[in-house]
């Protein structure tokens, strides 16, 4: 059964960085499309950086506007994770974090939240000025 498990929230001030982790297991597939979103007090969830693979060598990263340069989605060499490095971090980064997965390619619906079949159950980031 696929299974996703976010850890790595905590706080930090404004300017700081924390790094995000998202353990998978269950899929078994070099065809994905994963990534994280964040969902703030009283907005819709939004996506922030989705990391896909078509099932050949070429892996690929596409970020959300707002965190283009400051937020890296990776994953390490031999490990089931996924990770989100975030720099210069903004109050208004302040939000629940989401590991999502889906086996399906999305194309231009990769930040659509209903494309995503599979959830982890969030991580907290506060970010105080």
């Known amino acids: 059964k696929e299974r996703l498990e976010e850890s790595g929230g905590g706080s930090v001030q404004v300017g700081g960085s924390l790094r995000l982790s998202c353990s998978t297991s269950g899929f078994f597939t070099s065809r994905y499309c994963m990534g994280w979103f964040r969902q703030a007090p009283g907005k819709e969830r939004e996506g922030v950086a989705i990391?896909?693979?078509?099932?050949?060598?070429?892996?690929?990263?596409d970020y959300a506007d707002a965190v283009k340069d400051r937020f890296t989605i990776y994953q390490e060499n031999g490990k089931n994770t996924l990770d989100l490095q975030m720099n210069s971090l903004k109050p208004e980064e302040t939000a629940m974090y989401f590991c999502?997965?889906?086996?399906?390619?999305?194309?231009?619906?990769?930040?659509?939240?209903?494309?995503?079949?599979?959830w982890g159950q969030g991580t907290q980031v506060t970010v105080s000025s």
């Open positions: 990391m896909y693979s078509g099932g050949a060598t070429t892996t690929h990263y």
């Open positions: 999502a997965a889906t086996e399906y390619m999305l194309g231009s619906r990769q930040f659509d939240i209903d494309e995503y079949a599979h």
